[in-house]
């Protein structure tokens, strides 16, 4: 079965960094875009970024764009978020999504990864 | 950007209820709106694709509705399990997100 497992929240300092992971497993990893959607406490879902399956393509909310990088590692069935310069509206649950195919929808979620920036 | 507006955001319904929820899109996004369920402390759940298409292993008293710009998610015969916050989703444009429908059950 699609198992979605992510790690590397924590709590960070404005203006710091952080890198998320997330491992896949039970579905061709290397043949699916990839997708980060966030979920700050007590709020709505807000998407983050895509991955193409082959990394070619990445797209990004504008809220993020610039300070956030999408990357993964098809020989390690890897999705990554390397996080720059945060600020206290970055705090969230980071969700790593399978996509359903052609860039569409999310039909596997991970478990998620708190991320909280404060000083 | 396409904003997706829902309604209500909360409802206490009772068990055996048929409910109903409504997603409007800002501008006309086809049938790419797709349903998703958050229970308290989970991760998001796919429910309906496409507007109407059913998803394997849910429940057949959820379905979808609608195109362009009004769609609607009916849950009949409510159970307690339904308990839970309701999305909607656009990945006509990029992606968003409705803000959310909260069910409370009695």
């Known amino acids: 079965q699609v198992q979605l497992v992510e790690s590397g929240g924590g709590v960070v300092q404005p203006g710091g960094s952080l890198r998320l992971s997330c491992a896949a497993s039970?579905?061709?990893?290397?043949?699916?875009?990839m997708h980060w959607v966030r979920q700050a406490p007590g709020k709505g879902l807000e998407w983050v970024a895509f991955i193409r399956y082959d990394g070619t393509n990445k797209y990004y909310a504008d809220s993020v764009k610039g300070r956030f990088t999408v990357s993964r590692d098809n020989s390690k069935h890897t999705l990554y978020l390397q996080m720059n310069s945060l600020r206290a509206e970055d705090t969230a649950v980071y969700y790593c999504?399978?996509?359903?195919?052609?860039?569409?929808?999310?039909?596997?979620w991970g478990q998620g990864t708190l991320v909280t920036v404060s000083s | 950007e396409i904003v997706l507006t829902q309604s209500p955001d909360f409802q206490s319904v009772t068990p055996k209820e048929k409910v109903t929820i409504t997603c409007r899109a800002s501008?006309?996004?086809?049938?790419?709106l797709h349903w998703y369920q958050q229970k308290a402390d989970q991760s998001p759940k796919l429910l309906i694709k496409?507007?109407?298409q059913s998803i394997s292993g849910v429940p057949s008293r959820f379905s979808g509705s609608g195109s362009g710009t009004d769609f609607t998610l009916t849950i009949n015969s409510l159970e307690a399990e339904d308990a839970a916050t309701y999305y909607c989703?656009?990945?006509?444009?990029?992606?968003?997100f409705g803000q959310g429908t909260k069910l409370e059950i009695k």
């Open positions: 496409y507007a109407s």
């Open positions: 501008q006309s996004i086809g049938s790419s």
């Open positions: 999504a399978k996509d359903w195919g052609s860039n569409t929808l999310f039909d596997y």
């Open positions: 039970g579905f061709t990893f290397s043949s699916y875009g």
């Open positions: 989703h656009q990945s006509s444009s990029l992606y968003s």
